[in-house]
């Protein structure tokens, strides 16, 4: 299914991978995503990083939520609908792309 910029939608089974050439750092802090796309930078502050962090190619979309739902106490709801739009901001940002 294609949203309205013709992107295809991903879903609780879509794996997000990191695509190559992103670069992360640390700076005061806040993790720092570099795009190999266009060169931009992505603050990830916040729940960014430990999204990032579960972003490794073999975990889907719900197995990501679910994990930070274990970890977090806030509303389950919150946790993936943040955890979905971070997601989706990456992989407009050129950082990660979705299998399956």
Same mark, same amino acid.
């Given at each position: 299914?294609?949203?309205? &910029?013709? +992107? =295809? #939608?991903? *879903?609780d089974d879509s794996v997000p991978t990191? +695509?190559?050439?992103? =670069?992360? #750092? $640390? +700076?005061?802090? $806040?993790?720092?995503?570099l795009s190999p796309k266009d060169f &931009?930078?992505?603050? !990830? !502050?916040? *729940?960014?990083?430990?999204?990032? /962090?579960?972003?490794?190619?073999?975990? &889907?979309?719900? @197995?990501? =939520? #679910? @994990?930070?739902?274990? @970890?977090?106490? !806030?509303?389950?709801? =919150?946790?993936?609908? $943040? *955890?979905?739009?971070?997601? /989706?901001?990456?992989? #407009? !940002?050129?950082?990660?792309?979705f299998v399956g």
């Amino acid at each position: 299914m294609d949203n309205e &910029s013709g +992107v =295809v #939608a991903f *879903t609780d089974d879509s794996v997000p991978t990191r +695509v190559v050439g992103a =670069v992360q #750092a $640390e +700076v005061d802090g $806040e993790l720092i995503l570099l795009s190999p796309k266009d060169f &931009s930078y992505f603050g !990830a !502050a916040g *729940t960014g990083g430990p999204v990032w /962090d579960l972003v490794d190619g073999t975990r &889907s979309v719900g @197995q990501i =939520v #679910a @994990q930070l739902e274990e @970890q977090y106490t !806030a509303d389950p709801g =919150v946790i993936r609908a $943040e *955890t979905v739009e971070f997601l /989706d901001a990456l992989r #407009a !940002a050129g950082l990660l792309e979705f299998v399956g």
